[in-house]
């Protein structure tokens, strides 16, 4: 079906000319799934993500690039869901980030810098205050430099506000 995933990244690409807006990913399901994931380098909402897919379905069921029965999913990334493209990387820059590296050290603190190679991350330094038993608390109480090349990421992501 890799005509239907060209026609929609021909049609996000000219709906998101001079925009601030790009493609996360866009991928086929199991049972006529399609699933579109975007994102805007200031803000995206749902009303924009119900555009999105009111103008994608109207334009598939036009063409008749999908005969059988197809749910069209769009929605943005989240903050749960790691890095796909580096243009999330860049929009992140100077914002607090999870990396997971692939020996399952976690690394959280301040994207800093990113490039085909590398990110620079100033990693949180973290005392547990454990004066209540019943409610520790974490405490940033300082930061280092962490150069962290991109064959040691398992994944990137926002960190978690909670």
Excluded: W
């Excluded at 019943?134 to 430099?145: Q, Y």
């Amino acid at each position: 079906m890799k005509t239907v995933t060209d026609k929609i990244v021909f049609l996000l690409e000219e709906e998101f000319k001079d925009t601030s807006c790009f493609i996360v990913q866009v991928k086929m399901g199991k049972g006529g799934r399609i699933e579109v994931i975007v994102d805007c380098d200031d803000n995206i909402v749902i009303e924009d993500c119900v555009k999105l897919s009111r103008m994608l379905m109207r334009n598939l069921e036009a063409e008749n690039l999908y005969e059988d029965h197809f749910t069209l999913d769009v929605s943005s990334p989240g903050f749960t869901n790691p890095f796909i493209v580096p243009r999330q990387f860049q929009k992140n820059l100077g914002k607090e980030i999870e990396v997971l590296l692939n020996n399952g050290k976690k690394i959280e603190g301040l994207l800093k810098e990113f490039t085909t190679e590398h990110i620079r991350v100033d990693e949180f330094i973290i005392e547990l205050d454990k004066r209540n038993k019943k409610n520790i608390k974490k405490k940033i109480v300082g930061t280092r430099e962490q150069l962290i090349a991109f064959n040691e990421v398992k994944h990137t992501k926002e960190r978690s506000p909670f």
